[in-house]
């Protein structure tokens, strides 16, 4: 019994911006159990290519779709493409994101706008195109990566969080609307995950770094194939009656209050 409740062998699975970091992470996870991952990019094809051999290698079922989600017009052709090229789409990780570290103060209006654009408009528009066939089908798998930033703010982070933090609900008001065509729509907030996202605050000596070590309750950074689990419990019938939650994958940060930098 508990080896089907999170088998997902023979889904297909769409992870937007799984060329590299998290989304590559989730997607690694979800193929080594047995999913086809459709791998999207859209930085260049060629990164696309390589990211695609290297699922391969170690033989998950992959193909690459470069296309900007933030463009409702390439994301139409997309999923068409890959419905009518791999299959129906049965799980949807919108994981594809920006971040711009400025001060509110100092932050362009355009800088802000691209941020919302790219890290909540898209999860929209990706999800509004993909979960047209799942309520056709009558079920589907929506995972919306969110952040510590859909609960905390923090310094120079500002777009991101209110970004973020409006993920959090569109995934809420998603699985609202959603769950009647037995579709379950949850998140996974990311605590602090050791990428090239992070690696500016993440170098030795750094003083962020010192803060998220004390920070963490686990005191580490996370390795992103910690992720894997919750994108396979939320990708598989083991969630099927779980609906608009986020799964904090944080070492513990959102547990605590924290600790003096000088306590154990
Ligand atoms: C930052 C970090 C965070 C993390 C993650 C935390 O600058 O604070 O980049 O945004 O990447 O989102 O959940």
Known sequence: MSSSLFNVEGKIALVTGSTHGLGMAMARGLGLAGATIVVNGNSSQEKIDIAVSEYKKEGIKAVGYKFNVSDEHEVITAVK???????NIDILINNAGII??????????????????????????????VVKGMVERKQGKVINICSMMSELGRNSVGAYAAAKGGLKMLTQNMATEWAKYNIQVNGIGPGYFATSQTEPIRVEGHPFNDFIINR?????????????????????????FVNGHVVYVDGGILATIGKPSNED
């Open 100 to 129: 711009k570290r400025t001060p509110l103060l100092e932050m362009e209006v355009a800088d802000f706008k691209e941020v919302i654009d790219i890290d909540l408009v898209s999860p929209f528009i990706v999800s509004k195109h």
């Open 81 to 87: 493409k890959i419905e009518s090229e791999v299959g």
């Open 216 to 240: 963490t309750p686990a005191a580490k950074w996370g390795d992103p194939n910690d992720l894997a689990g919750a994108a396979i419990f939320l990708s598989s019938k083991a969630s099927d």
